[in-house]
């Protein structure tokens, strides 16, 4: 076992190394003399634009890289060795790692036959079928490298240095819808939005544009005014990234009204807007690009003291962990503990706080965002939310390979 994770925390070094290297070769202009033949290399698709400028790349870029990690891997298992250690000696295995990937950026700058097509994996050309992986790089997540924005997704493996350096998401140039942008939080979140760099605009169903402060300078922010009884005439067309943040609270109410409103606004507008947002998903860079980010609130484990808020956002939170099953592109959850807000006059954070954190955590990659005080909500949530998504991946079925539905009568006959 000691072995195991002599071997793992090798492995795991290494790829930071690279990971590390990478970025500096974005950010010293030496190195990126060199760097630069990777990205001279691939059009859009990820075919190769020329096949010289490929082979050079490896030599230039590649190689050199993997001599570095190679450094690192022989010092880590000196240094493990040195520590009598159990298991140390398991260390090697960075070397022999990084060994492979030298003899493949070797084998593709010879040009021997097939090498690209084996070794290169986050390269291939080729209809992408995921959206970007939380954990691990994918071709779609490497993509977003090249064309999305080349100073950011650094990570050539495992995203953990993009996540610490909030590089896992760039939010530079995106256009970005919030609903409920009228709302505290839907406020204090086009301000972090616009801040990042993305293109805010704000939904409301008020008649009035939504005007915002930042560092004490008015600006009006591009509005469109909708309404969840309208939801298919909403323009997402330009959108990349929908934020669904909208929502009411009718406290202990529980009459019929109360009911159908709750359900209608909290959970069956979200699910056509998120479903709308989804059928627009059509080509590779939408489904790299793309994002839903969908407010559920803490309210789907706790006690919200609300019975219809629960009651809607559990369902709402339900309909989103199924739907993100089969999403074409990123859909996060944002899970967020009492905010002050016209909604909850009683919440203890500071909205302009949760949404500082959620921005901040969806640039680090996280696709379940927790912002709260309440400490058995980052315990029960998560348990939650995997046995939840075990049990309707294990029961359900995508449509391509759903049953075909049998109506009552057909049942009876």
Same mark, same amino acid.
């Given at each position: 076992? /000691? ?16 990971? =590390?290297? $990478? ?10 003399? $060199? ?46 060795? /040195?520590?009598?250690?159990? *298991? #140390? ?32 994996? =986050? $390269? ?20 977003? $490298? ?28 995106? =256009? ?7 709302? =505290? ?29 930042? #560092? *004490? ?29 909208? *929502? ?68 709402? *939170? ?96």
């Amino acid at each position: 076992m /000691l072995g195991v994770l002599w071997a793992v925390g090798a492995v795991f070094v290494v790829e930071l190394v690279r990971d =590390t290297w $990478h970025w500096l070769s974005h950010v010293w202009p030496w190195l990126y003399r $060199h760097h630069v033949w990777h990205h001279r290399v691939f059009r859009r698709d990820l075919s190769v634009a020329s096949l010289e400028i490929y082979r050079k790349a490896q030599f230039y870029n590649d190689l050199p890289e993997c001599a570095v990690m190679l450094v690192f891997a022989i010092a880590i298992w000196q240094l493990s060795l /040195l520590s009598h250690l159990p *298991g #140390a000696a398991a260390s090697s295995l960075g070397i022999l790692y990084t060994a492979g990937f030298m003899l493949a950026a070797i084998a593709r700058g010879l040009g021997w036959p097939r090498a690209r097509e084996l070794t290169d994996v =986050t $390269h291939k050309q080729g209809p992408f079928t995921e959206p970007p992986s939380a954990w691990f790089v994918n071709r779609t997540y490497h993509w977003r $490298h090249h064309f999305d924005n080349d100073n950011a997704y650094y990570c050539s493996t495992f995203t953990f240095l993009d996540g610490l350096m909030g590089t896992a998401l760039s939010l530079k140039g995106k =256009t970005v819808a919030v609903t409920g942008a009228s709302g =505290t939080l839907g406020r204090a979140l086009l301000v972090h939005l616009r801040q990042a760099g993305a293109k805010v605009v704000a939904f409301t169903s008020r008649p009035e544009d939504v005007v915002i402060d930042i #560092a *004490g300078e008015t600006t009006v922010i591009p509005t469109r005014q909708w309404s969840v009884e309208r939801v298919e005439a909403v323009d997402l067309r330009d959108i990349d990234i929908l934020v669904i943040n909208h *929502g009411i609270n009718v406290y202990g109410a529980r009459t019929p009204d109360a009911i159908q409103r709750s359900l209608a606004v909290n959970a069956a507008s979200a699910l056509a807007l998120m479903d709308a947002f989804l059928a627009m998903v059509q080509t590779d860079a939408d489904r790299a690009r793309k994002e839903v980010w969908v407010n559920t609130s803490e309210a789907e484990v706790s006690p919200a003291l609300s019975p219809l808020y629960e009651i809607s956002k559990r369902l709402l *939170g339900q309909l989103v962990t199924l739907k993100r099953l089969d999403a074409p592109c990123t859909v996060r959850k944002i899970i967020l503990g009492p905010f002050k807000s016209a909604l909850n006059p009683y919440g203890v954070m500071s909205a302009e706080r949760v949404a500082a954190a959620v921005v901040r955590k969806a640039q680090s990659g996280q696709h379940n965002i927790i912002v709260t005080i309440n400490p058995l909500t980052w315990i029960v949530w998560p348990l939650h939310e995997v046995l939840t998504s075990l049990y309707f991946r294990w029961f359900s079925k995508a449509a391509s390979s759903a049953p075909t539905p049998v109506s009552e009568a057909e049942s009876l006959s």
